[in-house]
């Protein structure tokens, strides 16, 4: 084992610790603070700590991992995703934050859902909650999944071991510190990543020498590998762009946006968040390029393409940076681990405990109940991953297209219009999870091919949840008064805000 390498990661979880325990003592006292920070985040931190729970292993090892097999033509997925983002940025990101301390002070998104349209069922608040614990549970286990494939490739642990290594650091920080916790490791392990991706694409260029000679080998050996279209169709070309649609209905991502400090910090947050992504997603695919031309170029042997960076973190680097680099990855894998943990943690406590078994229970039983969630999602997550086969960039893509689908029309158009009813956002949640669920599952083709191979699932989940949402509520009673007056009450907001 590498003394060198395995003291930098050392030192990575004893930072990651520290922060929780600092998060402990300073913003653990009630639900509102555990959950959400009490709404304080600066926005820097809202903006690393978005794309760094967005991003997860996928950016160093799924997305690295796909172009190093597929060339140029899997990059399309990164630039659907930017583009997703910036909309998200745009359209979702102020008017949530407003709508959701307006619509008294929702905390969760099943809370928004419920109070923007006054659902005294309770119907959309359970349903949205079983999305969010199931999905995430499935998304969850594909962090860990990442964990447990470094910990091998890097120091030949046993994948199971990894496992728990990376499930029971991230555990420990995310129970006691957390939403503070979960943001402000977010904001250093997004800083690590943004340093990382730069740094192996340039230092494997410069180890590559004659990049000219290494350009020219490629060409001959593969001709249309650093093409952007050759072996990409047109309905693959639209779903990897419709990648950038999921960012809408993400939880993990867009309470970020609910706990910014002000409405203001809105356009610094997304100016940060989107530089930051732009360079992290162009390091991510240098790195799956500059790796296939390394490989090729010294006849190098990688079983497993997912793990490119590992690869040229061990074999470019000092032993001391190669930790650091591989503390990039764990950092990926961890930030988004712990907010999926915390955001399944908020449903099962606020959305569930609290609603159903008990409405009177107090801030500290509520906080507890909270840690306790976050271990259980854990374990099941962990139970989940223990196939060391499964794809990284599978796992996740399935999980971004539930959420998507699940999701995102029901944001879009609750924040819009007002014409939307509690019976259009059921009828929109439930079609699109169901949608996402047969073109995966079910067993059907299209030219010999499964549904999803041939087009992403997110895109007929998408279209099938909007229409969904709109047909339902045309048909549906008018909304009420109080849901008129409130939404106008939030454009009037959002306009004196623009002024």
């Not at 393409?305 to 000092?318: A, D, Y």
């Not at 271990?375 to 794809?391: E, Q």
């Amino acid at each position: 084992m590498n003394t060198p390498m395995l003291a930098s990661l050392i030192a990575y979880f004893v930072l990651m610790m520290a922060i929780g325990i600092y998060a402990y003592f300073k913003s653990t006292s009630n639900v509102s603070e555990y959950m959400l920070g009490g709404r304080k985040l600066h926005p820097a931190v809202v903006a690393l700590s978005a794309g760094a729970s967005d991003m997860s292993g996928w950016m160093l090892m799924g997305l690295p991992g796909a172009v190093y097999v597929s060339g140029l033509g899997a990059a399309w997925i990164a630039v659907g995703l930017v583009t997703g983002a910036y909309f998200n940025y745009l359209l979702v990101a102020p008017r949530l934050r407003v709508y959701t301390e307006e619509a008294d002070d929702a905390i969760t998104i099943p809370d928004y859902f419920e109070k923007r349209f006054y659902d005294n069922s309770h119907y959309l608040r359970v349903f949205s909650s079983l999305v969010i614990v199931i999905f995430f549970t499935l998304y969850t286990s594909a962090g860990v999944v990442a964990g447990g494939k470094l910990f091998e490739a890097s120091f030949g642990l046993d994948y199971q071991i990894g496992l728990f290594i990376t499930s029971g650091v991230v555990v420990a920080y995310t129970m006691f510190g957390g939403f503070l916790a979960v943001s402000l490791t977010d904001f250093v392990q997004g800083c690590i990543m943004f340093v990382a991706l730069i740094l192996v694409p340039l230092v494997t260029w410069q180890e590559l020498g004659n990049l000219e000679a290494a350009n020219q080998s490629l060409v001959v050996l593969e001709p249309d590998y650093r093409s952007w279209f050759a072996g990409v169709t047109g309905l693959g070309l639209i779903s990897s762009l419709s990648w950038g649609l999921g960012y809408f209905g993400q939880p993990h991502i867009i309470v970020r946006f609910m706990a910014i400090r002000s409405l203001a910090d809105m356009k610094t947050a997304r100016r940060i968040g989107m530089s930051w992504m732009i360079i992290a997603v162009i390091g991510a695919v240098m790195t799956g390029l500059m790796g296939y031309m390394y490989v090729s170029q010294t006849a190098t042997v990688l079983d497993d393409p997912e793990t490119v960076f590992i690869l040229l973190s061990q074999v470019l680097f000092n032993p001391y940076i190669s930790g650091f680099l591989l503390a990039a990855i764990l950092a990926a894998i961890m930030s988004t681990i712990s907010s999926q943990l915390l955001v399944s943690s908020s449903s099962l406590t606020e959305d569930l405990y609290k609603v159903f078994l008990r409405k009177q229970a107090t801030q500290f039983e509520l906080v507890t109940v909270g840690r306790l969630s976050v271990l259980g999602v854990a374990i099941v997550a962990t139970v989940l991953a223990l196939d060391s086969n499964s794809s990284i960039l599978s796992l996740v893509s399935n999980a971004w297209a539930g959420f998507g689908s699940a999701f995102g029309p029901v944001i879009l158009l609750s924040l819009y219009w007002a014409g939307l009813t509690r019976n259009g956002a059921l009828a929109s949640m439930l079609s699109g999870a169901v949608t996402v669920l047969i073109w995966i599952y079910g067993p059907f083709t299209i030219a010999g091919e499964p549904l999803s191979a041939a087009i992403y699932e997110i895109i007929p989940g998408f279209v099938v949840a909007t229409a969904a949402a709109v047909i339902v509520s045309l048909f549906d009673a008018a909304p009420s008064t109080k849901i008129n007056e409130r939404h106008q009450h939030i454009s009037a907001l959002m306009a004196g805000s623009k002024n």
